[in-house]
């Protein structure tokens, strides 16, 4: 018999749904059982595309003397951390301020005020490895309850005593300048893998975020060190088995430092910010792989997340059926040398072998190979490589596929519409623009309230409970900013306008100008969460200080620029000790002391000069610029307002920091005054 899980929009919370553990969903009504019984409550917390949220689901919520024993002695919560980036957030810190670490699934237990007192993250079924068995801890953990209620209370008033204490100091409040963005250069460099490309060992995340402010460093100051390591790292990862050779698009991470066996999800989030950063490598360099990579990483989302009410779903598991019923990490994605046989027979095998590093031993498990492309030297027939790549797509097709999490993220979805709106304007791709478009309707007509409030997710056309948080309101303007510029209808700046009034007004501190990430009216934690820093995903702190400078840039608002200069002091301080955890902020910075440059194309829309001026404005590597584009005697976007044409053709205007050069209808010219 289903649980109360069945009425959810989560896919991970639906996964559980017929678990005989008696799942409640994050509300009141938990917690007001949990006074009523005098329980404790258990806290699972995780998402759909976890491995090892799947493993412990398996051993431990599927097995009936378990599911007894929960249901005699807790009230057992369940969230989904994409649902709920807040709850993950407040307790999270917990786990990692008591144990020194912190993942996924993270288990919690509460008192009925929500009050944390012990934590962990997977417990297997049998002690192992030190580690003790899930019943043991309920054993334990209902002992300590029963017998030493005190104990237990005075253990968790103190942890929420010492989550309070840590409300974030600026230590200096200015923005940041030359000096700081230079310390984060070489903070990088120092953490820089010179042998395989990304920061630090094993784990290797992609840094999709560093990258972006190396580029706009480079930009902005030449320095050739911050180029070199943004390319090194992008061709290193599209070599790598992170990156889908097949298909296209980037696995969540890598278990080792060169990039071979990645965590086999994908999420939405990665692939948008990763299509971005290549994108704008292209911009940079001109690079052919940067251009293949950021096009067929556009059309993986548009291909396998796009939903049907036309929002991007947030990820791809990373098991699958392997063929005889057992779920598998990567079984979707990996070859041996007797499938590739099977396939493409003898010479096109071992040709296939060659070129994309499939061994006999195996790079992953069990004889098996994940698909790299390790020859950087060489000659191989593309015609023949190409139907090699076609005959093992149309093969792979035929495998069970990982499951897809349909749940629609606004702040992800936002990420997508500027990575899908850029990379079709930059590549001609008009589709892709229409992709973003459809994204962006989608977050307007159903996540967006009739008092411009976000929804944080939609499944299947049903706007989920949940208030957005601040990377939400942040991340869907960066997108509708993103959108403005590529096709000038100024309903979208209108949009993100709406959005970054709310984080002036909702998210922002009004004394010191610090953010938060939840809404001042949001539900009340046992702590309000604020966290500056970079990690999978920009800070919604980052993002809303990219996103509202921008605006300002875009509106000349100066509430909006004064707030994105406050939120930027956190990078002062962070920048050059942490600067792979604040790369998005570091970016933002980099655009502030460009300016950033607002650049105005008037002419007719349809007159080639016009477009060719557009054009040559969107690829300006210039950190941060902002583009409008429209009529002369327009009134779709402020920084269109009284620019005329000269002597009769097409012109552009370029400006920063008050002062503005001589329009022009030069497209050369105008490239040269925007650092192309």
Not at 616 to 625: D, K, N, S, Y
Request: net charge negative.
């Amino acid at each position: 018999m289903p649980n109360r899980l069945a009425h959810e929009t989560s896919p991970y919370l639906l996964q559980h749904a017929d678990n005989p553990v008696d799942w409640w969903p994050w509300s009141a009504d938990a917690f007001e059982e949990a006074r009523k019984s005098g329980k404790p409550v258990l806290l699972s917390v995780g998402y759909s595309s976890c491995h090892w949220c799947h493993v412990m689901a398996h051993e431990s919520f599927e097995d009936q003397e378990t599911a007894d024993y929960l249901n005699a002695h807790f009230v057992s919560v369940k969230v989904d951390r994409e649902e709920r980036p807040d709850v993950d957030a407040v307790y999270m810190e917990a786990v990692q301020a008591a144990t020194g670490q912190g993942g996924w699934p993270m288990t919690v237990f509460l008192t009925p005020d929500a009050e944390p007192f012990y934590f962990g993250t997977y417990f297997p079924p049998a002690p192992r490895q030190g580690s003790p068995s899930f019943r043991q801890v309920l054993e334990g953990v209902h002992s300590a309850w029963t017998d030493r209620r005190d104990e237990v209370a005075e253990v968790a008033e103190k942890i929420v005593r010492d989550l309070a204490g840590r409300e974030i100091a600026f230590g200096d409040t200015q923005v940041p300048g030359e000096e700081d963005l230079a310390g984060a250069l070489l903070g990088l460099t120092r953490d820089y893998d010179a042998g395989h490309g990304g920061f630090g060992g094993a784990p290797k995340f992609p840094p999709s975020m560093a990258i972006e402010f190396l580029l706009r460093h480079h930009a902005r100051t030449g320095a050739e060190g911050a180029l070199q390591m943004a390319a090194d790292t992008c061709e290193r990862m599209a070599r790598g088995g992170i990156y889908d050779q097949l298909a296209g698009g980037f696995a969540r991470y890598s278990v080792d430092r060169e990039w071979v066996v990645p965590h086999f999800e994908k999420m939405l989030y990665d692939n948008a910010l990763l299509c971005r950063v290549y994108a704008h490598l292209w911009r940079s360099t001109g690079s052919d792989l940067a251009r293949r990579v950021a096009l067929e990483t556009a059309d993986f989302m548009v291909r396998e997340l796009r939903t049907n009410e036309g929002g991007f779903a947030s990820a791809l598991d990373a098991d699958s059926d392997d063929g005889t019923g057992k779920h598998v990490e990567g079984a979707y994605y990996v070859w041996t040398p007797a499938q590739l046989r099977e396939v493409l027979g003898d010479q096109d095998a071992e040709l296939a072998a060659d070129y994309f590093g499939v061994t006999q031993e195996g790079t992953f498990e069990e004889g098996a190979s994940v698909l790299q492309l390790p020859q950087s030297e060489g000659v191989f027939d593309a015609e023949r490589i190409a139907s090699i790549r076609a005959r093992l797509l149309e093969a792979r097709g035929e495998r069970p596929a990982p499951g897809r999490d349909d749940k629609v993220v606004a702040a992800w979805n936002g990420l997508a519409v500027a990575a899908l709106a850029e990379t079709g304007a930059y590549f001609d791709r008009p589709d892709l623009i229409e992709a973003a478009l459809g994204a962006a309707d989608l977050l307007v007509r159903l996540h967006l309230d009739e008092h411009a409030r976000l929804a944080r997710t939609s499944k299947d056309g049903r706007v989920g409970a949940n208030a957005g948080v601040l990377e939400d309101y942040a991340d869907v303007s960066e997108g509708f900013l993103a959108l403005a510029s590529v096709t000038g209808e100024g309903v979208w700046l209108e949009f993100a306008g709406f959005l970054l009034d709310h984080v002036l007004v909702q998210f922002t501190d009004e004394e010191s100008g610090t953010l938060y990430d939840t809404a001042a009216d949001a539900e009340k934690l046992i702590r309000r969460p604020q966290d500056p820093t970079d990690n999978a995903t920009p800070s919604g702190w980052s993002a809303a200080a990219g996103a509202l400078l921008g605006y300002a840039a875009q509106t000349g608002a100066e509430p909006h620029r004064a707030a994105a200069e406050r939120a930027l002091g956190v990078v002062k301080a962070l920048g050059p000790r942490a600067p792979r955890f604040i790369g998005w902020g570091l970016a933002t910075a980099e655009a502030l002391l460009d300016g950033p440059r607002e650049v105005a194309v008037v002419g007719p829309v349809d007159d080639p000069a016009t477009k060719e001026l557009h054009r040559a404005a969107l690829l300006a590597t210039a950190p941060g610029a902002v583009v409008a584009v429209g009529a002369p005697d327009s009134d779709e976007l402020p920084l269109l307002a009284e620019r005329l044409l000269v002597s009769g053709e097409p012109t552009a205007y370029v400006c920063r920091n008050f002062t503005c050069d001589a329009p022009t209808t030069d497209v050369d010219r105008l490239r040269e005054a925007l650092g192309r």
